[in-house]
């Protein structure tokens, strides 16, 4: 319950006014002041490409890792796992001369197309394949399915639990993003809900708190939704 203490404050506080409770803050925010809003479904926007390409090249590449042999496999594998480990800030300046190098800064692809490759994604869908029995992958060979078949119509519907985890995560992060914006985009217009909120807040404390969970709301609705399904995920990833 104590965690939540945040949350019911901010909420409880943004009905608030000098005469009493009001939703003159949710009307400024969501009618008479388009521009919030219009942060909201830039960052809604952005979240949703990172998290479905992330899931279409983690699922693609994790299926690699975990049921097809090639050399070197383990090794990449290995290479995978350490890069997990390194900050955002050490990729920054090498991702900011790729982007400059293909002319993407300043474009919304400079902050969909990094982190479609992160590689969290590719560890916990490669974890989430390799529970899956090789004897039914062999099953749909033998009824005719190709590679792709067996991915699209077997593996990833085994590996449900994997698949949302890292949508989830790859959403969280896409939402989230602080450096990203601040270090590849110099059009503040381009700036997502969650830098442009930070760096000019309305001046009615009251407006800033619907903001506030006016940004919490994705993050929220998709925890309590798939809350079972990120716990399995997370879990499973632990089995190394």
Not at 158 to 181: A, H, I, R, Y
Request: neutral net charge; hydrophobic residues 55%; glycine residues 6%.
């Amino acid at each position: 319950m104590l965690c939540l203490a945040p949350f019911l404050y901010v909420l409880a506080n943004s009905f608030r006014s000098e005469d009493g409770v009001t939703l003159t803050h949710y009307y400024t925010v969501f009618l008479s002041s388009p521009k919030y809003l219009l942060r909201f479904w830039l960052s809604l926007g952005l979240a949703c490409c990172i998290a479905g390409g992330q899931v279409i090249v983690s699922a693609l590449s994790g299926y690699g890792f975990a049921k097809c042999r090639f050399k070197g496999r383990n090794a990449l594998f290995f290479a995978l796992t350490v890069l997990m480990i390194l900050p955002l800030q050490v990729t920054l300046v090498p991702t900011y001369l790729v982007l400059d190098g293909l002319a993407l800064l300043d474009t919304s692809w400079a902050l969909i197309l990094p982190a479609v490759f992160l590689p969290l994604g590719t560890f916990l869908m490669a974890q989430g394949f390799r529970a899956i029995p090789d004897e039914i992958l062999d099953a749909a060979r033998l009824d005719g399915c190709g590679t792709l078949a067996i991915l699209v119509q077997v593996a990833v519907p085994m590996n449900k639990s994997g698949l949302v985890c890292t949508l989830l995560l790859s959403f969280l992060d896409g939402w989230n993003m602080v450096e990203q914006p601040i270090a590849y985009l110099k059009d503040f217009e381009r700036w997502p809900l969650s830098v442009s909120l930070a760096s000019v807040l309305p001046a009615d404390p009251a407006v800033r708190l619907v903001c506030c969970v006016l940004a919490i709301l994705p993050p929220l609705f998709l925890f309590l939704y798939f809350n079972r399904e990120l716990v399995e995920g997370i879990a499973l990833g632990k089995e190394m």
